[in-house]
């Protein structure tokens, strides 16, 4: 769609063989090296089915390493870091696999999540979850530029919900208008910059994760900010941001503040 550089990468090691004898452990690393060619060379010849052709812009890797740090490193300067949902055991087919949401929570680019559930309709919006701090503004800006490069509509969702505990004197009607100025707000100038893209705004009473979960099963795409900013030593990754990635079947771009 962008005609961008791709570099595929198939990461192994050896931390969990507890094997003494130095022969067996180079049979082994010499084991999990071919096999991690092996998947390097699938995912090449799947690349290149979705391009339709050969990768004229494109790497493949084979690095020796734990999987989580050496993608977070080769993503450095990436636009994306593009992962599967589901990892290798029995139990992580349940849910979103260990090395995903590892990635998930200290990549320092954005972060798409592909489930392998999805049947996409390419005419299908996209949809925007804003928060309505500063970390909703890459998303905003991701999610801006897919649906102009898609030449689909945009939702963006502001959910808000009750207070658990509020004064008799609560104002439903002016808390409803503060929350429609901070979509506005955030939104301010992105659609003049991309004049292309339908924006259809919704400002709902509801709790973001559960709404943007529901919502996505009539989007191609899901994308919502972070209020991490990756690293091994960064914060974690927010709980909507968490619970969209793991509750979804269709893509979800993660996005963080560079």
């Known amino acids: 769609m962008r005609n961008e550089s791709l570099t595929v990468v198939s990461a192994f090691d050896i931390e969990q063989t507890h094997v003494y004898d130095q022969q067996l452990r180079e049979r082994i690393y010499q084991s999990r090296e071919r096999h991690a060619q092996l998947i390097l060379e699938n995912a090449w010849r799947t690349a290149e089915e979705a391009a339709d052709g050969p990768l004229s812009r494109a790497h493949g ?54 489930h392998d559930e999805a049947i996409l309709d390419n005419h299908a919006p996209i949809l925007l979850g804003v928060d309505g701090s500063p970390t909703s503004e890459k998303a905003t800006a991701i999610a801006f530029d897919e649906a102009s490069h898609r030449k689909v509509a945009l939702i963006a969702v502001h959910a808000w919900h009750m207070p658990d505990f509020f004064e008799p004197a609560f104002d439903l009607q002016a808390t409803e208008n503060q ?30 994760a559960p709404y943007l979960t529901a919502e996505s099963t009539q989007s191609q795409l899901v994308v919502v900010g972070s209020h991490g900013r990756g690293g091994f030593a960064g ?15 269709v893509p979800v771009i993660v996005a963080r503040q560079p």
Not at 63 to 89: C, E, I, K, M
Not at 235 to 249: C, E, N, W
């Open 235 to 249: 914060m974690l990754l927010g709980s909507v941001s968490s619970t969209v990635a793991q509750a979804t079947r």
């Open 61 to 114: 890797q084979v690095a020796f390493g734990h999987p989580v740090p050496t993608l977070v490193d080769a993503a450095q300067n990436a636009r994306v870091l593009v992962v599967g949902s589901r990892g290798l055991h029995t139990l992580d087919r349940l849910r979103l696999g260990s090395t995903s949401t590892a990635v998930l929570h200290h990549a320092r680019c954005p972060v798409a999540v592909i």
């Open 179 to 208: 929350e429609k100025q901070t979509l506005a707000e955030r939104l301010a100038g992105w659609q003049e910059r991309y004049p292309d893209v339908k924006v259809d705004r919704r400002v709902v009473c509801d709790y973001p």
